[in-house]
């Protein structure tokens, strides 16, 4: 391979060297006005174009310097002072050439003059010139020449308005010979591939001919520059011939090419206009051929075209773009038997860009291009390909992206169906797309069907797929995938509660499938959104109430102790418990008094039977007080059950310093702070004294255990709520015993036996500076704090 | 060579002049010499007039047995090199025998000379024109002096000039046919075809017409033939596939032809054909020879 391109170098080497040495005699030549001599060494000059063994690139270098030469020849040519021949004369002169190539170079060369001259109409010598190309057949040499005699005839059209139109010259001789030029072009290209023979289609030969498509693709830019031809000529006459000469080339490389030429190098107007013409060349191409690409372009500009302004929406309908284009893409795809499932379905994406872009009010037709994707799909036993995959991700993408709602997209029947075909992995994936969409949008999916839709969509995160691999699923990935399932849950909303119970209804009927690893994700959600719900009942009491409403809270509480159920089987005791005592209090707020009680009954059994660590035990015996404390709705006997069991397990925990914090925690229990709030001082006193027991025994543990007794912080703490409740009015609290408690916190702190400790220390003093702030207040306060001695 | 030289021992210069030399026309002629000597130019039935100007040299007398003046038009085979065919002769007495003591111009003329065949020099064969001036002598070897001219005869544009059209090939390898527009060409004339290719199955590299020249002299098994390739001209570049048509133009006036003669004199023939020749990609030849008419157009 290395040899290989060091010989080309030298040849090209050589082949540069002739150029120099006869283009050096043709300057002489020219420098004396010797026609005859500067035609044989610009003939011989030429000759070097003759070489076979270049590969296009380093031709192409050769060609560029003969090129230059011939522009200097040309120019001597045109002065026919120095040479005394007519140009006439001239054209028959340099015909007189031996070898092929080097005459027709030189016949373009002075054909370019003749055009100018006007001695001859345009049309025939361009006729003339094109048709003596034909005398090379090679395809590189070929190519280069016709491309060079393309470049000097560019500006010799008989082009409407250029001088060289006539009565005898028309815009049609000059899109006559152009297209001519171009048919002649391609075929040539077409030819390198066959030259080769089948079979033997290497790389680097696929990257030659590559390097000469720009060659033939002038043309075709040539035809777009022309004046003339306007869209009638256009569709009569320009396209048809290209896509003629494109389908019968039937070569891969150029029909893929030569479809994108065309798509990029006319005016997307044109396009338009000539869909049905242009489409219809799509089936008829090689199997190979890359159509989706060369379709999704066409629509890239047909959809940037339709957004540029809004003027050329009504031509888009009259023309029926979106069902011609759809009509094509499913011949496409038939005639394609071997296209990849990721080739439909790219193809179906473009299309639906194209139509959220253009008629983004036409939902049934994105609907469509869902539905005949679906169609396409469901021929494929089962979609392993990642990129097809991918694609389909885009397909159910893209109109979320449009509309920023997916409302929409449950519209459409076909989305579900699409998104069938995806594997468990995709479908989640996707289904995330789904719910960040609705996030990012707030939208809120507000009517029960459509949530129904939605869950159906998303059921990849909501429950187990049969043969879903287990053990692939990344713990984090999980997590995250169920939070925003959790999150979902609160963007399904409607005011109307009879709707809304239904949505609950069914995201609890879907959720309740998830099993227990999604369980604990989800439930939450459910039971606040659920709670809003009875919130907003609430809030329209006063209403008559009777028999025939369908939604009372209570039946919201009944299927809500049905959904904290489900959490036994996870189990997540903790999380359950929690969710009871939120019931509980929704509860209290609706004075339902027996469904508070069971409420507490279910978190306190929970609390027996499965709440061990000790931990947590600590964690829910506070939450269980803090909760029971706001409870206003119990009669006496129910609340006296409820405290008592309270105080009893706070007694209960295991290390002493939980049992001393959750008796008194206790204490508030007795001792509601409001207007009709029960008041018992008695047995907040109680309390108190029962957590200053609980915290000397820990005190005397500590120092049999260790040789030395904890903190005071516990007596601080105690002194706290003494004073709290002092303050309050609790008469049963009084100064004196303040003043004993303080009196015991420091002899416990100045005892040898007990570690000095900064924390507690400044406890303290910020507790006693607060009594001193207090006295010093004033007024009822103040008197009241005065009695305490410090 | 050896005349030459001895003219200049000769006793008396000879001088044969055309009486309208200065505006004739003149075309080249290589002589035997090798050496191209321009000529006048004459036709078919024209009248060749001149003088025979003869200059004794300084203070001698030529004695002779009279002079005259001949046209001959000779055929020289090289084989049988020396030996003329005169095809034509006339003869003209100049003078009756006597004495030279000074120059003397004698005037002559040959009116309406038949000259039915051109001036030719080929390989094998030579057509020329010449006129020969004798001064006989007795006992000394006559003193003889050449003037050549070359003729060339017109003709009008042929009534019937078909062209030539022809289908050819090599069975299930390459079939092609051919057109030349004309089967009779003037020599300034350019040959317009088209080779059109009906089926391609192996890889040619080129395509050229050649215009070959094929002179064959004497007869019976004492023919000769040569055979001249003239022009070549490559049609084509690289390998065509079916259906590709090729465009022949050729200008002929870049090469030096003559009309076609055709058994002139029983001595010779000039054909002139037109050989399309295929290469291929182990530069195996393929070729098709058609035989064309040249001939010399009339100006009119």
Known sequence: MLNGTEDEDKWLAEGIAGIQHYAFFMHRALDSNNLREALKYSAQMLSELRTSKLPPHKYYELYMRTFDELKILESFFKDDSKHGVSVVDLYELVQHAGNVLPRLYLLCTVGSIYIKSKEAPAKEVLKDL??????????????????????????????????????????????????????????????????????????????????????????????????????????????????????????????????DCIIQVFPDEYHLQTLETLLSACPQLQPTVDVKTVLSRLMDRLSNYAASSADVLPEFLQVEAFSKLSNVIGKVIEAQVDMAAVGAI????????????????????????????????????????????????????????????????????????????????????????????????YSCISTADKVEVLFELIKGLIKDIDGADVDELDEEDFK?????????????????????????????????????????????????????LVRQLQGLEGDIVGEDVPVTPKKIFQLLTQIIDSLSAVPSPELALRLYLQCAEAANDCDLEHVAYEFFTQAFVLYEEEIADSKAQVTAIHLIIGTLQRMNVFGVENRDTLTHKATGYSARLLKKADQCRAVYACSHLFWIDDQDGIKDGERVLLCLKRALRIANAAQQMANAARGSSGPVTLFVEILNKYIYFFEKGNQQITSSAIEGLIELINTETQSDSTNPDSISDAFLASTLRYIQFQKQKGGVVGEKFESIKL | MNYLIGAFKLPCNICISFADGKSRNQVPLKKENGKTVMVALFQSQESIVGEVVIEPMHGKKVEHNGVKIELLGQIELYFDRGNFYDFTSLVR?????????????????????????????????????????????????????????????????????????????????????????????????????????????????????????????????????????????????????????????LFLSPYELAPTYRNISNKFSVKYYLNLVLVDEEDRRYFKQQEITMYRLLET
């Open chain 1, 130 to 259: 094109g048709e003596m190309c034909r005398g090379v057949q090679h395809p590189i040499r070929g190519l280069f020449l016709r491309s060079y005699l393309a470049q000097i005839s560019r500006d010799k059209l008989p082009d409407i308005g250029s001088e060289y139109e006539g009565d005898a010259d028309t815009v049609m001789d000059a899109v006559e010979f152009v297209l001519q030029n171009f048919t002649e072009m391609n075929k040539l290209w077409v030819r390198m591939q066959q030259h080769q023979g089948p079979g033997r289609v290497t790389e680097k030969q696929e990257k030659e001919r590559s390097e000469l498509q720009d060659l033939v693709g002038k043309n075709l830019h040539v035809l777009s520059q022309i004046e003339g031809v306007d869209l009638e000529m256009y569709k009569e006459t320009v396209l048809p011939r290209v896509l003629e000469q494109v389908v019968n080339c039937k070569d891969d490389l150029a029909q893929y090419y030569l479809m």
């Open chain 1, 346 to 441: 790219t193809l179906h994406v473009s299309l639906l860009t194209f139509t959220l872009r253009v008629h983004p009010d036409r939902l049934d037709y994105v609907d469509q291009v869902l539905g005949s994707c679906v169609k396409k799909l469901s021929n494929i036993p089962k979609l392993e390909d990642r990129r097809a995959m991918k694609q389909v991700v885009a397909l159910l993408s893209a109109p979320l992206e449009k509309y920023n709602d997916i409302v929409t997209a449950l519209t459409l029947s076909n989305y579900p169906r699409v998104m069938d075909h995806l594997d468990i992995g995709t479908n989640k994936v996707m289904a995330m797309v789904i719910i960040q969409s609705i996030m990012k949008n």
């Open chain 2, 93 to 249: 007495e100049l003078d009756v025998p006597g004495e030279l003591y000074e120059r003397k111009t004698y005037p002559f003329e040959f009116s309406t000379v038949e000259m039915p065949y051109e001036s030719y020099n080929g390989v094998n064969v030579r057509l020329r024109y010449i006129l020969k001036v004798t001064i006989s002598r007795n006992y000394v070897s006559n003193i003889v002096e050449y003037q050549d001219f070359v003729v060339r005869n017109y003709t009008p544009p042929p009534s019937i000039n078909n062209s030539i059209k022809m289908e050819v090939g090599i069975e299930d390898c390459l079939h092609i046919e051919f057109e030349y527009n004309k089967s009779k060409y003037h020599l300034k004339d350019v040959i317009i075809g088209k080779i059109y290719f009906l089926l391609v199955r192996i890889k040619l590299k080129n395509m050229e017409l050649e215009i070959r020249r094929r002179e064959s002299t004497g007869s019976g098994p004492n023919t000769y033939v040569e055979t001249e390739t003239l022009a070549k001209f490559e049609l084509m570049d690289g390998a065509p596939v079916r259906g590709e048509s090729i465009p022949v133009r």
């Open chain 1, 480 to 532: 995250e995938e169920q939070n925003s399932v959790a999150r979902l849950i609160h963007m399904l909303y409607n005011d109307e509660p009879e709707e809304m119970l239904k949505i609950i209804c069914i995201v609890r009927k879907h959720t309740m499938a998830g099993g227990p690893k999604r369980l604990p994700f989800t439930v939450s959600s459910l039971v606040f959104s659920a709670l809003q």
